[in-house]
């Protein structure tokens, strides 16, 4: 019963949160620029324009009711239209989202797949050669701007090796020659599904860089905070005690001590994949990622107001959801959470 | 009141006590000493940027045409950019929007950050619900994409990029003030304060915050490495620094359209903002392993 108490309150809590993020993101939007009319219709505006927008936007009613209008509109999914692509802020982002999220899965899933067993090796072996090597490429991982080490990839692997393509999604041609039929949107997938293997040979490649790029910071993060959660665990009295008792030092790191080092790993994870999240903004301007993180730019860029309300909303509430899941995980996991 | 002045002054021999195994540490280790002489290096150069550089002008932004897209050499060792601006005289000039601007922006963000936090620890009760509720709210966002927004409608430029930055960072050191607070409040020095009848502010400003300055100050240092980044960031988008002023975000970002043949154009900046990060990180994880602001979250 407690758990369930735990699970409601935690999902109460983060609508409270979610709430509040609304607020500051109205906030931000509307009341920090100075004329925010002014900035929708561009620098060249005459006084009795800016009036009119005021008027049609609602920008000339107090801000509680401005509040009011805008909460309701949200709530009926309308996060209203970009100024610079006169289209529905929502379809801009739902329609950019699965290139974004095929780039965030695709590198989550390599730092996850390298930055948990490093560490773990990294703990196993603690001041080993393993250790100091482990330790020096996750420090240098957390250290490079995502922007520049875009940039050496593409110079290396395009320039140098040949190997690899330079940016985008898919190679242009193939998009005529064998366009990928849309199913979940993610191209690796949809290729694969529809068995368009020329397809598949080609958008496979062109993930590599930018995955690669916007793992580094995760892989360094994860095998760092693994390999302390580890080194903590091992530190405890029952894993002497398995030792004393003669298990084997692999059955007592891989077995008893793991289990214990999991739950503060999944807390790093969750992080981690907000972290990416804004690391996707970076990685897709250098790999011209047809994604959410090049819309955003270019909204911030174009102050386009209503898009980057939409965006900072959507990030947010991405954040709040990653953070929701991992506690519920946590309390899943680790019965001693949701007593607490 | 003798007993109260001899508590305060065992926590206070206690903090340089600790400063000074610090201190130890870091010099005993080769790996932190040469962490620690490389930021003062890039800081004294970023603070004697003008001098320092060869061509302070060109740095600043004044184009020489006829230079344009030279490769590194003796004259330029960076090489020069499609201006014909000298590189190294710009990725030093570059050094006081990278560097020392996130310097400040931390130092703003500890000065907001970590009296909101005693006040809440200390007071307890609807202050401190009021205050990490607020702070819970900052802390819902990707602090990176929080500071995007706010520079955004700020407008463009350095000055809007680090209140941005200042404005998305505060409610770390709120947290762990707050904490470090709460595990004071329990120590002979405060309580011998309140029996003696010290009011609340001074108790706060004269005997917590004082004994909160070795945690911030270390988790400060470990934030710095991810300041410069966010920082760097900024600059990269175009939301900070704006051109002809140099800064290593933003040169990265011009030279990423030359980076298949002028390829020294964003390699230098780029270089520099990796080293200085690396060099806070690596002493930041020393400064970590001694104290773990950690333990009082």
């Given amino acids: ?340 | 009141m003798m007993n109260m002045e001899a508590a305060v002054s065992t926590s206070q021999v206690e903090n340089t006590r600790t400063f000074r195994h610090a201190l130890g540490v870091i010099v005993r280790d080769p790996l932190s000493l040469a962490s620690t002489i490389v930021i003062i290096l890039f800081i004294l150069m970023a603070l004697f940027a003008y001098q320092v550089a060869p061509h302070p002008d060109e740095g600043a932004g004044k184009t020489n045409v006829p230079n344009s897209m030279l490769a590194p050499s003796w004259e330029h060792p960076f090489g020069t950019d499609l201006l014909g601006r000298d590189m190294l005289s710009r990725v030093i000039i570059g050094a006081q929007p990278a560097l020392i601007v996130p310097i400040g922006v931390v130092l703003f963000a500890v000065l907001i950050g970590a009296p909101l936090g005693a006040i809440a620890g200390y007071k307890g009760g609807w202050v401190d619900e009021v205050i990490m509720r607020i702070t819970d709210l900052f802390l819902a966002f990707p602090s990176l994409l929080l500071a995007m927004a706010i520079a955004s409608a700020l407008g463009r430029g350095l000055d809007k990029a680090a209140i941005a930055l200042v404005v998305s960072w505060w409610p770390w050191y709120t947290r762990l003030t707050r904490g470090v607070t709460i595990s004071l409040k329990e120590r002979y020095f405060v309580e011998a304060a309140q029996a003696v009848g010290v009011n609340d502010w001074v108790i706060i400003l004269r005997h917590i915050l004082p004994n909160t300055i070795s945690p911030v100050l270390v988790q400060a240092t470990v934030d710095l490495g991810t300041v410069i980044l966010a920082m760097g960031g900024l600059a990269f988008l175009g939301l900070g620094t704006q051109p002809p002023a140099p800064d290593w975000g933003l040169m990265v970002s011009d030279g990423r359209t030359y980076i298949l043949n002028q390829w020294w154009i964003a390699t230098f900046p780029g270089i520099a903002i990796f080293v200085v990060v690396l060099a806070f990180n690596l002493l930041g994880d020393t400064l970590r392993d001694i104290f773990d602001p950690r333990q009082y979250r």
Avoid: C
């Fill in chain 1, 1 to 340: 019963m407690p758990k369930l108490e735990f699970i409601f309150r935690r999902i109460l809590t983060s609508i409270f949160v979610l709430i509040g993020v609304s607020i500051m993101t109205f906030f931000i939007a509307r009341v920090i620029p100075t004329n925010a009319a002014a900035m929708y219709i561009g620098p060249k505006a005459r006084q009795e324009d800016i009036d009119r927008v005021k008027k049609q936007l609602g920008l000339d009613k107090p801000l509680p009711v401005q509040y009011i209008v805008y909460m309701n509109q949200l709530l009926h999914g309308d996060l209203g239209d970009s100024i610079s692509t006169k289209r529905p802020v929502l379809l801009e982002i739902t329609e950019r989202f699965p290139a974004t999220l095929e780039l965030l899965f695709t590198a989550m899933f390599f730092a996850i797949l390298l930055g948990v067993p490093l560490g773990i090796l990294s703990a196993r072996w603690q001041g080993k050669a393993l250790d100091v090597g482990v330790r020096t490429v996750s420090i240098m991982g957390v250290s490079m701007p995502a922007f520049y080490l875009g940039l050496l990839l593409q110079i290396f692997f395009f320039r140098t090796l040949h190997l690899l393509p330079l940016a985008g999604r898919i190679s242009g041609d193939l998009r005529f020659t064998h366009p990928v039929q849309s199913i979940t949107n993610f191209l690796l997938i949809d290729s694969l599904l529809t068995g368009n293997w020329i397809a598949l040979k080609d958008v496979a490649p062109h993930l590599v860089l930018p995955a690669l790029t916007l793992a580094a910071y995760p892989i360094g993060l994860i095998a760092r905070m693994t390999r302390a959660a580890m080194l903590e665990v091992l530190e405890q009295d029952y894993i002497r005690t398995a030792r004393a008792y003669g298990i084997r030092d692999y059955v007592v790191t891989y077995l008893y001590a793991l289990k214990n080092a999991v739950s503060p790993t999944l807390t790093v994870i969750g992080l981690t994949f907000a972290f990416a999240l804004t690391g996707t903004f970076f990685v897709e301007i250098i790999f011209n990622w047809p994604g959410l993180g090049l819309f955003t730019v270019r909204s911030l860029l174009a102050v386009d107001y209503p898009a980057i309300m939409g965006m900072t909303l959507f990030g947010a509430t991405g954040y709040v959801l990653i953070n929701l899941i991992v506690d519920l995980l946590q309390a899943w996991i680790d019965p001693r959470i949701s007593l607490k």
